[in-house]
C-alpha cells in the first residue's frame, strides 16, 4: 500500500497544505528520540525538495539540539477528514536562529508569530505515501492561541529570558544553538 516518490508534487503538496497538523521526529546519535505535534501557520514547501518551518517556543527545544549532532528529521502529515492518508517526508535539515542569513532568507515566508525561535530548512530526499485505514476521524475546530497569548504577555525580552531558562540545552543536556548555547 505504501509508495514512494523522490519529491514533493503538486497532489503530496496540496495534501500538506489541507492538514492543520504535522508531526516532527528527530533523534542525536544517543538519548531520547523527539516527536511533536506542529500547527499553526508554520510550514511551508518552497521546492519540489524542500520545506520550511517556522519552529516556535516551547518547553523544549529538542528538534535543534537533535539536527546539530544527526540532520535526519521526518516530518508525518495525517489526513483526520476526508479521504484516509498518511503522507511523511524524510531527509536532512538545518536549523537557522534569528539574525543569521537563513533566518533572513525565510522569515517572509511567514506571518509574524510572537514567540517565533528558529527556522528549521528540510532538504527532502523522499516522500512516502500510505493508506492512513486506522487513523481515526476529527474535526478541526481551530488553533489554539496560548501560545500567542503567552508571548504576547511575556514580550520579546520575556520570550529570549525563557530561551535562556528552558531552552538552551536538551533534555539530554545538549545544546541546542540557541543564545549561545551551543
Not at 476526508?82 to 538545518?94: D, M
Request: glycine letters at 10%; proline letters at 4%; hydrophobic letters at 40%.
Amino acid at each position: 500500500m505504501a509508495k514512494q516518490y523522490d519529491s514533493i508534487s503538486d497532489k503530496h503538496a496540496a495534501f500538506i497544505i489541507r492538514q492543520q497538523i504535522f508531526f516532527v521526529a528527530t533523534a542525536a546519535a544517543e538519548g531520547r528520540i523527539n516527536l511533536s505535534p506542529k500547527g499553526m501557520d508554520s510550514l511551508r514547501i518552497s521546492a519540489p525538495n524542500q520545506v520550511v518551518w517556522l519552529n516556535l517556543t516551547g518547553s523544549g527545544n529538542e528538534t535543534a539540539a537533535h539536527l546539530l549532532e544527526n540532520p535526519r528529521m521526518t516530518l508525518m502529515f495525517c489526513a483526520f477528514e476526508g479521504e484516509p492518508k498518511i503522507l511523511r517526508l524524510y531527509g536532512q535539515a538545518r536549523v537557522y536562529h534569528q539574525g543569521s542569513d537563513g533566518w533572513d532568507q525565510h522569515i517572509g515566508r511567514f506571518p509574524s508569530l510572537p514567540g517565533a525561535r528558529q527556522i528549521v530548512v528540510m532538504d527532502v530526499d523522499l516522500v512516502q505515501t500510505s493508506c492512513g485505514f486506522a487513523v481515526p476521524l476529527y474535526d478541526f475546530i481551530g488553533q489554539r492561541n496560548e501560545l500567542k497569548s503567552w508571548a504576547e504577555k511575556k514580550g520579546e525580552e520575556g520570550v529570549r529570558d525563557y530561551w535562556r531558562e528552558r531552552n538552551v540545552l536538551s533534555i539530554d543536556g545538549k545544546p541546542t544553538g540557541i543564545i549561545g548555547g551551543g
